[in-house]
């Protein structure tokens, strides 16, 4: 089992940049794939971003594609997401999941852990 924890929201102007950042426990953080999941007021979670265990794959919403990074390093237990030319549609309550099987996973449902999120809110 492992336990999330989210850091680095806040609020931000349009244009700007945050680093969240998902600190994780356990001994067996290295075995999960890792995902960045996010839900607006009145909205359903989305996905966000999410990196393979090796950190040799990763996959990003369209919405989100070239504006937005997702890192981790095993040594460390943490995964990052680095968002930049943030909108006010990104404005968010983020979260932090991690997913025991490994491959491709974009549903809610496909991850088995998660934070209890961060707020991220970008003005206009």
């Known amino acids: 089992q492992v336990q999330l924890v989210e850091s680095g929201g806040g609020l931000v102007q349009a244009g700007g940049s945050l680093r969240l950042s998902c600190a994780a426990s356990g001994r067996t953080f290295s075995t999960y794939d890792m995902g960045w999941f996010r839900q607006a007021p009145g909205k359903e979670r989305e996905f966000v971003a999410s990196?393979?265990?090796?950190?040799?794959?990763?996959y990003y919403a369209d919405s989100v594609k070239g504006r937005f990074t997702i890192s981790r390093d095993n040594a460390k237990n943490t995964v990052s997401l680095q968002m930049n030319s943030l909108k006010p549609e990104d404005t968010a309550v983020y979260y932090c999941?991690?997913?025991?099987?490994?491959?491709?996973?974009?549903?809610?449902?496909?991850?088995?852990?998660w934070g209890q999120g961060t707020q991220v809110t970008v003005s206009s």
């Open positions: 999941a991690a997913r025991v099987k490994h491959g491709v996973g974009f549903a809610i449902n496909d991850y088995n852990y």
């Open positions: 990196i393979s265990w090796t950190g040799g794959n990763t």
